[in-house]
């Protein structure tokens, strides 16, 4: 079985062209598309914005008006054309102790307040770390992700038993939703192999639609979680005391969904951007997120960040431009005042057959493939991400996989540093010792291992030739060794470091011989605040 290195070089043999339109004008057959897929998306964000409003602990209409306002600006001037944006249950959990101490007023307050955070992060670029997250991790998330979208369609098969509790079908109705779920994932399978006229979500939901109304088969639809009809979001300032004891409130549940929606939302923009072939507008995704949820506050809805589920949804069916979004937002407010007793109607079993769709076309397969052939390290921060986003949630599964990528790349790293010893050829019984790879925090405590400075010879030459001095720990175990040659009575020469170590290093700078060759790399610390540390080691 072939062995890869990274899982670049085997997603590479894997991936599948996009057979996508690449032209994403704004042509007459892409603007049909867009609107239809807008439709299609609208219809699959109704439950979720519902159901997210009540895992958040508020009425239906304040997830809706956040899926309408969110979606809106965001498709206007987000990042990238194509995402869909709204409520979402990874922003919904972390309100639910808010809503439920302080009051639906505090949540609004603390929406505006994250918003502010988010067009901060816009304005300051931060954005532009999102290309730290390594390939594994995008691989948990979105496996995570699709998981979550899984099981929270599960509260989809639940009914309200005549004591008003919550419990599982069972019997004919079960069965019967079973059908209607697998008869809908049947249609958008085939669909697309009779037409691409009109998106196959759309068609699935239309078709199980009219033989649920017409044949009036009993199983729960959109009204038996809660009616979407309403009338516009009114603006309204927060009623809230402005003092600092609500800022200390807010502040700790705004920090923590900005940082939540931006991660979503940026990691969305880049699975979006890998199906496209977009790239770029991180910034720009971070303003439009905050700036989107500044207004959501002041008009009365929950607040909310990109949802992969529905911009898969668009995406896979055919939805390329900024209309496609603009019209998602604009039907929702459609269903929402006028059309609300149709939206009702439908029933629950055909929006989830298209986001079982989903979940299915979402979930990175190939990472089950990967086993065996990437390092393990690997395989472990796709699982470990996959479970924290399950079981915590996404800016900790994603916080937790990067810092394993990077404590196994220091260690990794740490390994290659080496040396070879041998005779000089210029100075009479000297020895020199020709050290190789990185020399940063993971590798001081082995690079100071390799020398024995009671038994080598009176001379001692370190060449860096083939190393590099990366940071201050690494300068200071060069001090270090310098330090216990010196105890010693040894006579020690460095070679080949570059100017930045000359001016920096203290104890051994006496011992640097320049050379015509030395390297002009620049140390990764602040020099003035390292100057100062090391000149008084």
Same mark, same amino acid.
């Given at each position: 079985?072939?062995?890869?290195t990274t899982?670049a070089d085997?997603?590479?043999?894997?991936? &599948?062209?996009?057979?996508?339109?690449?032209n994403t004008?704004?042509t007459p057959?892409?603007a049909?598309?867009?609107?239809?897929?807008g439709?299609? *998306?609208?219809? !699959?964000? *109704?439950?979720?914005a519902?159901?997210?409003?009540?895992?958040?602990g508020?009425?239906?209409l304040?997830?809706l008006y956040?899926?309408? +306002?969110v979606?809106?600006?965001t498709a206007?001037?987000?990042?990238? $054309?194509?995402?869909?944006? /709204?409520?979402? /249950?990874?922003?919904?959990? *972390?309100?639910?102790?808010?809503?439920?101490?302080?009051?639906?007023?505090?949540l609004?307050?603390t *929406?505006?307040l994250?918003?502010?955070?988010?067009v &901060?992060a816009?304005?300051?670029?931060?954005?532009?770390?999102?290309r730290?997250?390594?390939?594994?991790v995008?691989? /948990?998330?979105?496996?995570g992700?699709?998981i979550?979208i899984?099981?929270?369609?599960?509260?989809h098969f639940k009914?309200?038993?005549d004591?008003?509790?919550?419990?599982?079908?069972?019997?004919?109705?079960?069965?019967?939703?079973?059908?209607l779920v697998?008869l809908?994932?049947?249609?958008i399978w085939i669909? $697309?192999?009779?037409?691409?006229?009109?998106?196959a979500p759309?068609?699935?939901?239309g078709?199980?639609?009219?033989?649920v109304i017409l044949?009036?088969?009993?199983?729960?639809r959109? #009204?038996?979680?809660a009616?979407v009809?309403?009338?516009l979001?009114?603006?309204s300032i927060?009623?809230? $005391?402005?003092?600092l004891?609500?800022?200390? +409130?807010?502040?700790?549940?705004a920090l923590?969904l900005?940082a939540i929606g931006?991660?979503?939302?940026l990691l969305t923009?880049?699975?979006?951007g890998?199906?496209t072939?977009?790239?770029g507008?991180?910034?720009q995704? @971070?303003l439009?997120?905050?700036?989107a949820?500044?207004?959501?506050?002041?008009f009365?809805?929950m607040?909310? @960040?990109?949802?992969?589920?529905?911009?898969m949804?668009?995406?896979?069916?055919g939805?390329?431009?900024r209309?496609a979004g603009?019209?998602?937002?604009?039907?929702l407010?459609?269903?929402?005042?006028?059309?609300s007793g149709? +939206?009702d109607? +439908?029933p629950?079993?055909?929006?989830?057959?298209?986001?079982?769709?989903?979940?299915?076309?979402?979930f990175?397969?190939?990472?089950?493939?990967? &086993?065996?052939?990437i390092?393990?390290? #690997?395989?472990?921060v796709?699982?470990?991400?996959?479970?924290?986003?399950?079981?915590?949630?996404l800016?900790?599964?994603?916080?937790?996989?990067?810092?394993?990528?990077?404590?196994?790349?220091?260690?990794?790293a740490?390994s290659q540093?080496?040396?070879?010893?041998r005779?000089s050829?210029?100075?009479?019984g000297?020895?020199?010792?020709?050290?190789?790879g990185?020399?940063?925090?993971g590798?001081t405590?082995?690079?100071q291992?390799l020398?024995e400075?009671?038994?080598?010879?009176?001379?001692?030459i370190i060449?860096?030739?083939?190393?590099?001095?990366?940071d201050h720990? !690494?300068l200071q175990a060069?001090?270090?060794?310098?330090?216990?040659?010196e105890l010693?009575?040894?006579?020690l &020469?460095?070679?080949?470091l570059?100017r930045? @170590?000359?001016a920096?290093?203290?104890?051994?700078?006496?011992?640097?011989? =320049?050379m015509d060759?030395d $390297?002009?790399?620049?140390?990764a610390t =602040?020099?003035?605040?390292?100057?100062?540390?090391?000149?008084g080691?």
């Open positions: 079985m072939a062995k890869f899982i085997f997603t590479r043999k894997l991936r &599948m062209p996009d057979r996508s339109p690449n004008l704004m057959m892409q049909k598309t867009d609107i239809l897929s439709l299609t *998306v609208a219809l !699959a964000l *109704v439950p979720e519902v159901a997210f409003a009540f895992v958040a508020v009425e239906p304040v997830g956040a899926a309408f +306002i979606g809106f600006i206007v001037f987000g990042g990238r $054309p194509g995402m869909i944006s /709204g409520a979402t /249950g990874a922003l919904a959990v *972390v309100m639910v102790a808010l809503v439920a101490n302080h009051g639906v007023q505090y609004f307050a *929406v505006i994250m918003g502010l955070l988010q &901060m816009g304005v300051f670029r931060l954005g532009k770390f999102m730290l997250v390594p390939h594994p995008m691989l /948990g998330f979105v496996n992700l699709a979550v899984f099981l929270a369609q599960m509260e009914i309200i038993d004591s008003g509790h919550h419990v599982w079908m069972t019997g004919a109705t079960l069965f019967i939703t079973l059908g697998a809908t994932m049947l249609l669909t $697309p192999k009779i037409t691409r006229a009109i998106p759309l068609v699935a939901i078709l199980v639609a009219t033989m044949f009036d088969i009993p199983v729960p959109v #009204d038996d979680l009616s009809k309403g009338g979001p009114t603006f927060p009623i809230v $005391p402005l003092n004891d609500t800022f200390f +409130i807010i502040f700790p549940y923590i900005a931006l991660i979503e939302s923009l880049n699975l979006v890998d199906i072939g977009k790239k507008g991180a910034s995704e @971070c439009a997120q905050g700036g949820n500044i207004v959501t506050g002041f009365g809805g607040g909310g @960040c990109a949802m992969i589920g529905q911009s949804i668009n995406v896979n069916s939805g390329r431009t209309l603009i019209s998602a937002s604009i039907f407010l459609v269903f929402i005042l006028f059309a149709i +939206i109607l +439908i629950l079993a055909a929006l989830v057959g298209v986001m079982f769709m989903v979940v299915i076309g979402t990175a397969w190939q990472s089950i493939k990967l &086993m065996g052939r390092p393990m390290s #690997d395989i472990l796709i699982i470990v991400v996959t479970a924290v986003t399950v079981y915590s949630d800016a900790t599964a994603v916080i937790v996989g990067v810092i394993i990528s990077a404590l196994v790349y220091a260690w990794n740490a540093i080496q040396v070879h010893a005779l050829e210029t100075e009479k000297a020895i020199v010792y020709e050290l190789s990185p020399l940063f925090f590798s405590t082995r690079f291992e020398f400075p009671e038994n080598d010879p009176d001379t001692v060449d860096f030739n083939g190393s590099r001095v990366v720990s !690494a060069i001090d270090a060794i310098a330090a216990k040659y010693a009575g040894k006579k &020469m460095l070679r080949h570059s930045d @170590c000359h920096l290093l203290a104890k051994a700078g006496q011992l640097i011989v =320049d060759d $390297p002009s790399y620049r140390i =602040d020099y003035g605040i390292l100057a100062g540390k090391i000149g080691h």
